[in-house]
């Protein structure tokens, strides 16, 4: 159907993201409390560059260039080892914690000679071979001995501490179940809602800009990135078969062609994809009936998506209204169908066949359902939910009605516009809640559920 998408506004100001002292005092103690719980001494958060969110959580504090590693014990203040060039950036976070300059997470041939040794520094926060250890790289696996932090730096841990009393420590952070980051506060929606709005704000324009002959890197001007930090690369992909994650290269975009595009900020991502085409018309011949065949499909599915999408619901529920409707030989849709975003793009998912994860107020679903198809290519309507009760959506509101009023009116339009059955539990975070156009050239045109 014809119908523009309401422009939903978007916040004056920047909204803060840094908690202060006490806020993260109090996440200090919850880690403590899980440490506790599995017997760990201490725990130890490695990061870097682009596995930053559990050391963001943490201590407000993410690495640029190089990696970090945070110890914490069960009292005191924890130590923050960084090197040479994060020391001066740590003053920046008001987490409590110790900080000591680590020249070997420095960048290759900068100066590595005022460091004590990582035995030292590990000797002197009390790991020794009494101790048991939990160590946060990114991922969690199914054998809890393998770990994904530099080899150095879990052999150093493992040696003072003994091989069997050191085990990998992520599910505290990211287990879909009970994971300390699968939920956001109230003051981290507000700033997802933010970036969600720019990345989309971003993609409308793109869009809008999309014509033939228009040049990939041309387009990603349109976007106007004003420097907050991504939270995965710009992607944009057009003129020859190339893979979605594939940034722009010089390509053209070809009347006809395939075209997708993903904006991606900390707490956001906004992806699109479909075909450059005013209609049917335009397509190669196999893929004329896109909209009844492909389109429409997916678009009724994301409609039992929505339907399901509510605080106690189990993630495989949303699994099956995916796959219920969406046959493997037509749609390919091979990933989880939803995952949590935060900080990083991807945190984990609740969302798989038989999971009896249950959703839980603040947790920001990303609507990434993606099929694909040798003919018909693809469609997407990437972007994300929080879910929030009556206690959150009231939080929400006295941080920041106007965020609150953005998102209650986008969550409207989607039933009212695009007869999609989102409940009260759902905030859209982004400017193009559910938004659809499987013709880009005719960006008007909009799938609607029946």
């Known amino acids: 159907m014809e119908l523009e998408v309401p422009d939903f506004g978007r916040a004056a100001e920047p909204p803060p993201w840094r908690l202060s002292r006490e806020a993260y005092q109090a996440r200090l103690d919850r880690l403590r409390e899980r440490m506790d719980r599995r017997g760990w001494t201490h725990l130890v958060v490695y990061g870097d560059r682009e596995h930053f969110a559990n050391l963001l959580w943490t201590s407000g504090f993410d690495p640029r260039f190089e990696e970090a590693l945070l110890i914490v014990g069960l009292r005191g203040d924890p130590l923050m080892l960084a090197g040479n060039e994060c020391v001066n950036y740590l003053p920046a976070t008001p987490a409590p914690m110790r900080v000591e300059r680590f020249q070997w997470f420095s960048l290759p041939s900068m100066p590595k000679d005022s460091s004590r040794t990582l035995a030292e520094i590990l000797r002197d926060e009390g790991i020794d071979a009494h ?50 980051r699968t939920t956001a506060t109230a003051e981290e929606i507000v700033f997802l809602e933010w970036t969600g709005t720019l990345a989309s704000d971003g993609m409308r324009r793109v869009i809008e800009a999309v014509e033939p002959g228009a040049l990939d890197y041309d387009l990603l001007k349109h976007v106007q990135y004003n420097g907050v930090p991504l939270g995965c690369h710009m992607t944009l992909k057009c003129g020859g078969n190339r893979v979605s994650l594939a940034s722009a290269r010089g390509e053209r975009v070809v009347r006809g062609g395939r075209f997708s595009c993903g904006i991606s900020y900390w707490g956001a991502n906004c992806c699109r994809a479909g075909w450059v085409a005013d209609g ?76 009896s994860v249950p959703l839980r107020p603040g947790m920001v679903m990303q609507a990434d359902v993606i099929p694909s198809h040798p003919d018909y290519y693809s469609t997407r309507m990437e972007d994300g939910y929080a879910l929030a009760d009556a206690f959150l959506r009231n939080e929400i509101r006295r941080i920041s009605p106007d965020c609150l009023a953005r998102c209650e009116a986008r969550r409207n339009w989607m039933r009212w516009s695009l007869n999609l059955p989102a409940s009260d539990d759902i905030l859209p975070l982004t400017n193009l809640p559910g938004v659809v156009s499987p013709f880009l050239l005719n960006p008007s045109l909009l799938m609607s559920a029946r």
């Open 131 to 180: 101790s048991r250890v939990g160590i946060a790289g990114w991922k969690d696996y199914d054998d809890p001995r393998r770990i994904d932090a530099p080899s150095y730096l879990v052999d150093a841990v493992r040696f003072a501490a003994s091989w069997e009393n050191v085990e990998n420590a992520a599910a505290i952070f990211i287990d879909p179940l009970d994971g300390l």
């Open 280 to 355: 049917p018309g335009d397509l190669p011949a196999p893929a004329r009936d896109y909209i009844e065949a492909f389109a429409g499909p997916y678009f009724e599915a994301m409609a039992g998506w929505f339907q399901r999408l509510r605080i106690g619901v189990a993630g495989g529920e949303l699994h099956r209204a995916i796959h219920d409707r969406l046959g493997q030989d037509r749609f390919n849709v091979f990933l989880n169908a939803g995952h949590l975003i935060g900080f990083d793009e991807w945190i984990s998912s609740p969302v798989w066949q038989d999971s």
